[in-house]
Antibody, heavy 114, light 108 residues
Framework: QPVGSGGGLIPPGTSLRLSCAASGFTVSTNYMAWVRQAPGKGLEWVSVIYSDGTTYYADSVKGRFTISGDSAENTLYLQMNSLRAEDTAVYYC??????????WGQGTLLTVSS | EIVMTQSPATLSVSPGERATLSCRASQSVSSNLAWYQQKPGQAPRLLIYAASTRATGIPARFSGSGSGTDFTLTISSLHSEDFAVYYCQQSHNWPEITFGPGTKVDIK
């Protein structure tokens, strides 16, 4: 199970990087995704990265968030810039298999507030 | 964007009873539909993919059916550990996957 980290309480307009350390599989040879869940709400897809480095983003984060992977650290990252209150959520990483999300991390909470 | 809806929002069921959850897509998603279970404070867990295939380790009491726009998740006999929130997710519009708002199954 991946281990997510990097969340916290940060002011609007700032930046933060989330990490997701994988074990039992290789981040760089899998499709990996970030999904978020606002407090008390449902699930929202954020971004995906393919094994060839191709990336996709939800419109709500496009231009502000960047997904990447580090093969040496076997870790998935989400660089988040220009953060807004509406980005407040638990962020989950997950391995993609057959267009479904398997091997979810435990989630890391990001709170954007002044 | 493909919008997913789920009904009911909350389903109250007694242990041992059958639970039937519905999911509808705003347009056809063929069989590109998955179901997840989420318990409080935990990450979601994949139950069903391709509308009707159980994921590894998922008990046979969970079954999925449907295609096109209408889907059903059935739990044949509820165990105490099955009380949770269930989400459907379409992957027809990959990578822009979307989830339903969830159905909470609680104890009657």
């Amino acid at each position: 199970q991946p281990v997510g980290s990097g969340g916290g309480l940060i002011p609007p307009g700032t930046s933060l990087r989330l990490s997701c350390a994988a074990s039992g599989f290789t981040v760089s040879t899998n499709y990996m995704a970030w999904v978020r869940q606002a407090p008390g709400k449902g699930l929202e897809w954020v971004s995906v990265i393919y094994s060839d480095g191709t990336t996709y983003y939800a419109d709500s984060v496009k231009g502000r968030f960047t997904i990447s992977g580090d093969s040496a650290e076997n870790t998935l990252y989400l660089q988040m810039n220009s953060l807004r209150a509406e980005d407040t959520a638990v962020y989950y990483c997950a391995r993609v298999h057959l267009r479904c999300l398997v091997d979810w991390g435990q989630g890391t909470l990001l709170t954007v507030s002044s | 964007e493909i919008v997913m809806t789920q009904s009911p929002a909350t389903l109250s069921v007694s242990p041992g009873e059958r639970a039937t959850l519905s999911c509808r897509a705003s347009q056809s998603v063929s069989s590109n539909l998955a179901w997840y279970q989420q318990k409080p404070g935990q990450a979601p867990r994949l139950l069903i993919y391709a509308a009707s295939t159980r994921a590894t380790g998922i008990p046979a009491r969970f079954s999925g059916s449907g295609s096109g726009t209408d889907f059903t998740l059935t739990i044949s006999s509820l165990h105490s550990e099955d009380f949770a929130v269930y989400y459907c997710q379409q992957s027809h519009n990959w990578p822009e996957i979307t989830f339903g708002p969830g159905t909470k199954v609680d104890i009657k």
